[in-house]
Nanobody, 119 residues
């Protein structure tokens, strides 16, 4: 059974940093594209950052230059380094694993971790 477990969320002040981690119990982790999504109260879930199996990264415009996604395939873990946090970054952050096979599509989600940015 696949599990994605996020950690590292918390309460910080504007301008501070957090590092989220997502540990995946998943075979062939290196073949999955990994992503971080977030959902703020009353809003739809949105993509924050993604990294392909080849480590190509993509970011939402709102976090470019502040957030960095990375992966460690040896540890089956994906990270999200969040710097210069703003109040609008407050949300539940979810880890996602995505892999397209020849005849199927695999997608898994973590349970989420709360990030609150407030003075």
């Amino acid at each position: 059974q696949v599990h994605l477990v996020e950690s590292g969320g918390g309460l910080v002040q504007p301008g501070e940093s957090l590092r989220l981690s997502c540990a995946a119990s998943i075979s062939s982790f290196g073949l999955y594209a990994m992503g971080w999504y977030r959902q703020a109260p009353g809003k739809q879930r949105e993509l924050v950052a993604s990294i392909t199996s080849g480590s190509v990264t993509n970011y939402a415009d709102s976090v470019k230059g502040r957030f960095t996604i990375s992966r460690d395939n040896a540890k089956n873990t994906v990270y999200l380094q969040m710097n210069s946090l703003k109040s609008e970054d407050t949300a539940v952050y979810y880890c996602n694993a995505d892999r397209t096979l020849t005849t199927s599509h695999l997608m898994y989600w973590g349970q989420g971790t709360q990030v609150t940015v407030s003075s």
